[in-house]
């Protein structure tokens, strides 16, 4: 849980907005709020000067910004080429081979020959002495590199090194379903969760060393405390279960181990090993093959049959508590009505997680599905209806920047949580909820 | 030649049968077995065999920073010439025994012309005494070379890694998944390796379901694009130079070696030989680690070379060798003498072992912790290497300037390595060694 970015207040809307956006993304702001809220119709030529405004400030700040981020290594790069050119007449050529974007090169390459010229320096496109300033990269980060060439003499090299900065580039993601985003890290999150205790809202955030409880304090979440969890070897594509209970008490099931806590906090956390099964639901438990990465199959209670290994189960029908999805190790995916079980037809491009969301529109329950891809493609989510045969889609996918490594079904059922390992190797859980007027 | 082209005919005409699916993202699944081909011995270095059963006392990150594996900490003392290593407690050889200090001392202390001149015992430490002050040494330990694993019979290792050796020939090996090993169970059940295996033949066998992963050397990957493999490739990870031997009289002669050097023609090379797969070099390090390789040119000038080759009294005659085993060595080394002859350098290619005045050769980057790299480069190739050292990238750069300047070493291309695989074998990706990557990949298992 090392420096997490978070957002609190979670469940309200995330509709279009890039990453960083969501990552500053203040609760009260929604853009659907302002979609059912009965303000005048916008006036177009005001709308014009106020976003030409904003962008001539946008871009003047950007331009400032990225002259001074690089400041001192530009006055670095250009006391070093004079200490080693002198004041000598030189044609100069700056060009990037490294990921600097190209406002920002242009910032540094104005700010770079201000400074050698103010060091003295005269630049002439025909001096026969050259300068050639590369700003290139490598695997500790930016370094550049400048070539100082004068007749007669061999080529002389300053360096610059600057260690790498987290600047890495974001797309933007379709976004159909409502997600919020709780919690940014770059270690790995297996579970999340929230609670309302009072007026304060917390947040469980389950690791594989460590569960971390944090406070919403406006937008964020200030760590509050934390348990480690002692434990040796893992299995591989490891999975985490928080459990929020109704009895004031959250427990956090891994493979062989148990940790358990009160809402409360000033009961002690505590981590002790178990093969206790890990909740599906209110009722029902399932046991965990602490070895692998899936349930062994055996139900608490136990169903009419016994059932192969599953990575998920969810029952997507509500008022049907005996009706069942599996989603099995072997690829397939089969309901069970209590009595039949069958192979779910339309199911070609589920992954392996499958959880039942309650949203109220519809028939009430739809399923949540990971979807197409390897681990090293994106991930999307998507709401389906569940037939006695066959699967039916009911939302577009919502896109996420990485896979989906975890998803579970909170304790009210109402949404779910899913952990995306992002391309860029941090973790995100996100609450996920299906809205009824998509 | 006929035969050889029916040859590729055919195996062209069954990996097109290969139906190649993009399945849906699922948890992986544990089981199955891989079978993998390769042409290197069955336990090279660098090889997949290798990295699946033994380990390091550390790694190096992808940024090039050293990272604790079966050493948990360490610490210098003496201003860096002693090393005090601390294991990761209950790591297991696959023999069942405990990795314990003694262990680690009683495989490390035997090796010659390592960088340590001796191993000992201090508590459930491992000190490491060396002549010289090297702050990077953790860095060094993290090279294949220092490999943590007992000889066992046919001279599979017997080492701590994710899967432990139960059947090996010296062209094959079956390996499963060792129970007890620290990291955690492999997806994949076992694996195994069929060595020393012709390229045309793993190709083959992938077609008709008889491999699972076979090898696509970077001249062979635009076939293999054409071919609907699925290939993953490495990061250009893999340098191609030209020796020029310190022992031979003939190349005393600073102007003969220069005007080789620059007849150099690296772009022919990179376009017919590699298919455009990597990038020119005239730097031991690649760009993306140096970050200043574009200092190093690698431009041809033949001008300057035939006058260096006037200022000669006669015509030398010189033999250039390459690894029998490497058909684009040879061609490399054809292309180069060819270059050489327009200067007036007269140069032979022969197979190795022979006596040589220059060598083509290939070395695989061992770290991505610039300095020791740029050293184990200049050791594989056998020159003296020194002690690593990044104090400050200067120190790095005026390193390599240091090496190429008397043109002893010519480095022409950097190149990726590949691998396909048969749609049975999912996340399917290289590791950050350019092998497989076990830690993620998984099998659809046979019913």
């Known amino acids: 849980m090392s420096s997490p970015s978070a957002v609190a207040n979670a469940g309200r809307c995330d509709i279009g907005q890039s990453r960083r956006a969501r990552r500053d993304f203040h609760p009260s702001i929604c853009e659907d709020d302002f979609q059912n809220t009965g303000y005048n119709p916008p006036q177009p030529m005001l709308k014009v000067i106020r976003v030409s405004s904003v962008l001539l400030l946008y871009l003047t700040a950007t331009f400032v910004y990225a002259a001074g981020k690089w400041d001192a290594q530009v006055a670095e790069l250009s006391r070093k080429i004079i200490a080693l050119n002198g004041s000598t007449a030189s044609s100069l050529e700056i060009k990037n081979a490294s990921s600097l974007p190209v406002d920002e090169f242009s910032s540094i390459r104005r700010a770079l020959e201000d400074q050698l010229r103010s060091g003295g320096l005269q630049i002439r496109s025909s001096a026969q002495s050259s300068i050639r300033v590369t700003l290139s990269e490598n695997v500790r980060g930016l370094l550049w590199v400048a070539e100082v060439q004068q007749p007669g003499s061999e080529t002389k090299v300053a360096l610059v090194s600057i260690p790498k900065t987290d600047v890495g580039s974001v797309t933007a993601s379709a976004l159909v379903l409502r997600r919020s985003l709780l919690m940014a890290d770059q270690e790995q999150i297996l579970d999340a969760a929230t609670w309302q205790s009072r007026d304060q809202r917390f947040l469980l955030v389950l690791g594989p060393s460590r569960i971390g409880i944090f406070r919403a304090n406006g937008a964020r979440w200030d760590a509050v405390t934390s348990v480690s969890i002692p434990h040796t070897t893992y299995p591989r594509d490891l999975r985490g279960r928080l459990w929020i209970g109704h009895d004031g008490d959250w427990k956090a099931f891994l493979p062989a181990i148990q940790c358990t806590g009160a809402q409360q906090l000033q009961q002690p956390m505590a981590c002790h090993d178990s093969d206790d099964p890990w909740f599906l639901t209110e009722k029902y438990k399932a046991f965990y093959n602490s070895a692998r990465n899936h349930f062994s199959g055996a139900l608490v209670p136990p169903l009419a049959r016994t059932f192969p290994s599953f990575y998920t189960a969810s029952q997507p029908r509500q008022g049907n508590s005996d009706f069942w999805v599996f989603s099995g190790t072997d690829g397939q995916h089969m309901s069970f009505d209590g009595s039949t079980t069958r192979v779910l037809a339309g199911t070609r491009d589920w992954g392996s997680d499958a959880v039942a969301v309650k949203s109220g529109c519809g028939s009430g329950t739809q399923l949540l599905v990971s979807g197409a891809g390897d681990d090293s493609a994106n991930d999307t989510l998507r709401a389906y209806e569940v037939g006695d045969r066959d699967v039916r889609a009911v939302s577009p996918p919502l896109a996420f920047d990485g896979s989906v490594t975890a998803l579970w079904t909170t304790t009210d059922g109402d949404s779910a949580v899913a952990v995306i390992h992002t391309l860029m190797g941090s973790y995100e859980a996100y609450s996920v909820s299906v809205a009824c007027n998509q | ?447």
Not at chain 2, 422 to 443: E, K, Q
């Open chain 2, 1 to 447: 030649m006929r035969h050889t082209a029916f040859q590729w005919l055919v195996i062209s005409s069954l990996l097109l049968a290969m139906v190649v699916t993009a399945g849906a993202r699922t948890r992986p699944r544990y089981g199955g077995t891989l079978r993998i081909e390769v042409s290197a011995s069955l336990w090279d270095p660098n090889g997949i065999g290798r990295s699946l059963t033994t380990e390091t006392l550390t790694r190096v990150d992808e940024q090039g920073r050293v990272q604790p594996w079966l050493a948990m900490t360490w610490e210098s003392q003496n201003r860096d010439r002693r090393w005090l290593i601390s294991l990761r407690p209950d790591v297991k050889f696959h023999d069942g025994t405990q990795l314990t200090a003694a262990s680690v001392a009683d495989i490390l202390g035997g090796c010659t012309s390592c960088p340590w001149k001796s191993v000992q015992l201090s508590g459930d430490k491992v000190v490491f005494e060396l002549d010289t002050p090297s702050p990077l040494f953790p860095a060094q330990l993290a090279t294949a070379h220092f490999g943590i694993a007992k000889a066992g019979v046919n001279g599979a290792p017997i080492g701590t890694g994710p899967m432990r050796v139960t059947q090996s020939t010296p062209t094959s090996a079956t390996l499963v998944a060792f129970d007890s090993y620290w990291n955690g169970h492999t997806f994949v059940d076992s694996v195994e390796i069929t060595a020393s295996r012709k390229l045309r033949d793993q190709w083959l066998d992938l077609g008709v379901g008889r491999a699972d992963i076979a090898e696509v050397p970077a001249e062979q990957a635009r076939r293999a694009q054409q071919e609907h493999l699925r290939v993953v490739t490495s990061r250009n990870d893999e340098l191609i130079v030209l020796v020029m031997n310190n022992a031979s009289a003939t190349m005393q002669n600073t102007a003969l070696r220069q005007a080789v050097a620059e007849s150099v023609d690296r772009a022919s090379l990179l376009n017919f030989i590699f298919q455009r797969q990597g990038e020119l070099t005239a730097g031991l390090l690649p760009n993306w680690i140096s970050g200043y390789a574009m200092v190093f040119s690698t431009a041809q000038n033949m001008q300057h070379a035939k006058e260096l080759r006037a200022q000669l009294s006669q015509a030398p005659s010189l033999t250039m060798t390459y690894d029998p085993a490497d058909a684009s060595l040879q061609l490399v080394a054809e292309r180069l003498a060819l270059s050489a002859r327009e200067t007036g350098i007269n140069i032979r290619t022969v197979p190795s072992p022979a006596h040589w005045d220059l060598s083509v050769v290939r070395v695989r980057l061992s770290s991505f912790q610039p300095s020791v790299a740029l050293e184990d480069i200049v050791g594989t190739i056998g020159i003296d290497h020194k002690t690593p050292d990044d104090s400050t990238p200067d120190a790095l750069f005026q390193r390599e300037r240091e090496l190429l300047k008397n043109y002893q070493l010519v480095p022409l291309l950097y190149v990726p390595n590949g691998f396909a695989a048969s749609d049975r074998v999912r996340n399917w990706r290289l590791n950050d060694r350019g092998l497989p990557d076990f830690d993620t990949l998984w099998t659809e298992v046979r019913k």
